[in-house]
């Protein structure tokens, strides 16, 4: 278990691809109901082929660690992938945390700049799926969806990717008719004919119609068989706050 405070957080999470944070109060009771949980975790995801570190704070001692990251209760547990933090909705029990770290672990989203890279993917032999954006992706709320999507997909045999330019992305595989793909859109590319888009989706209207399962019923038409579903996070327990009675907090917690 690693141990984090203000002078060695930002240089241990520069050092790790990909981690997990805990932040806690020693008062807490479902922090301490947890702990035995992320101490197993830890354990076992440090033995993974590609290690994942969990790591916990105390936020009542490091405060300007939980006033950057809005720490309003505890537990809070924060994904750290390449230096962006997230926060983590994923399982609170250890087989569940290792699986997630597994998964992240092993996830890429691959950024495509040329035709040359798509055939360069396309060769490795899975079926790729491109999408297709307009910069900045960061505020696209279709890109966010894609990425979730790519990543409850990892271990199905696909592989996703993504061209973005302020104009038009630079790798444009032509529709069968010879026109090119709508942006955005999603591209389903035939390893064996990367230069041509074996079938294309494209974005619905209002963006909330765009979800995961809208893709996997989409690729699922065109013959991949693939099963997507948006998860179904373990519901966390309500999180206990500074504020309440520091005598009870074995039973007052916020709503």
């Not at 537990?75 to 770290?101: C, F, M, Q, S, W």
């Not at 955005?184 to 035939?190: G, I, R, T």
Request: charged share 25%; glycine share 4%; proline share 8%.
């Amino acid at each position: 278990m690693v141990v984090l405070t203000e002078d060695n957080f930002d240089a241990f999470l520069a050092s790790k691809p990909v981690s997990l944070v805990e932040f806690y109060a020693p008062w807490c009771g479902h922090c301490q109901s947890l702990a035995p949980v992320w101490a197993e975790a830890a354990e076992r995801a440090k033995k993974l082929a590609t290690p994942v570190p969990l790591a916990k704070v105390d936020a009542t001692t490091s405060e300007d660690l939980a006033t950057r990251y809005d720490i309003n209760g505890y537990p809070t547990i924060k994904l750290v992938k390449d230096g962006v933090v997230e926060d983590y909705n994923g399982p609170r029990d250890a087989d569940g945390i290792v699986a997630y770290v597994t998964k992240v672990s092993s996830f890429s989203l691959p950024q495509l700049k040329s035709s040359a890279e798509l055939s360069a993917l396309a060769k490795q032999g899975s079926t790729v799926i491109l999408g297709l954006f307009r910069m900045p992706i960061a505020a696209s709320a279709f890109f966010r969806t894609f990425k979730e999507t790519a990543f409850e997909a990892t271990g199905q045999g696909l592989m996703f990717a993504y061209s973005a330019s302020y104009a038009a992305p630079p790798v444009l595989p032509l529709t069968a008719d010879g026109r090119k793909p709508p942006v955005p859109s999603l591209v389903l590319v035939d390893p064996s004919r990367p230069e041509v888009a074996a079938a294309t989706y494209t974005m619905p209207r209002k963006k909330d119609e765009f979800t995961l399962e809208a893709v996997s019923m989409w690729l699922n038409s065109v013959g991949v068989k693939v099963t997507i579903e948006a998860p179904v996070a373990d519901e966390a327990p309500k999180n206990y706050h500074p504020e309440e009675d520091e005598h009870d907090h074995g039973e007052m917690y916020d709503d």
